[in-house]
């Protein structure tokens, strides 16, 4: 089992930037894909970003290329999203994810994500 702890959330106004951190419990940490997810109100949840356990590997959704930068540090067991030049429309909840499949496929898929933490809020003002 894994237990994940998101926070780093808050208010900025648009442009501004925020890094958010998701900690991770459990010895099995460095194996898992990590990805964060977002969900603004009235809508679905939708894929934000993923990194492979290596880092090696990350995949990002179009809206957020260029602006968002996830990465992971394996020694603390915990994985970041910094973002910058934030938008409101970037405002959500932002939930972190671990995939504990063997394959470690970086998917952004939320169905084949295991463990879920309990969000973090993220509001950005124009």
């Known amino acids: 089992q894994v237990q994940l702890v998101e926070s780093g959330g808050g208010w900025v106004q648009a442009g501004g930037s925020l890094r958010l951190s998701c900690a991770a419990s459990?010895?099995?940490?460095?194996?898992?894909?990590m990805g964060w997810f977002r969900q603004a109100p009235g809508k679905e949840r939708e894929f934000v970003a993923a990194?492979?356990?290596?880092?090696?590997?990350?995949v990002y959704e179009d809206s957020v290329k260029g602006r968002f930068t996830i990465s992971r540090d394996n020694a603390k067991n915990t994985v970041f999203l910094q973002m910058n030049s934030l938008k409101p429309d970037d405002t959500a909840v932002y939930y972190c994810?671990?995939?504990?499949?063997?394959?470690?496929?970086?998917?952004?898929?939320?169905?084949?994500?295991?463990?879920w933490g309990q969000g973090t809020q993220v509001t950005v003002s124009s």
């Open positions: 994810a671990a995939d504990r499949s063997p394959l470690g496929i970086v998917t952004m898929a939320g169905s084949q994500y295991d463990f």
């Open positions: 459990g010895r099995t940490f460095t194996y898992y894909t």
């Open positions: 990194i492979s356990w290596s880092g090696g590997s990350t």
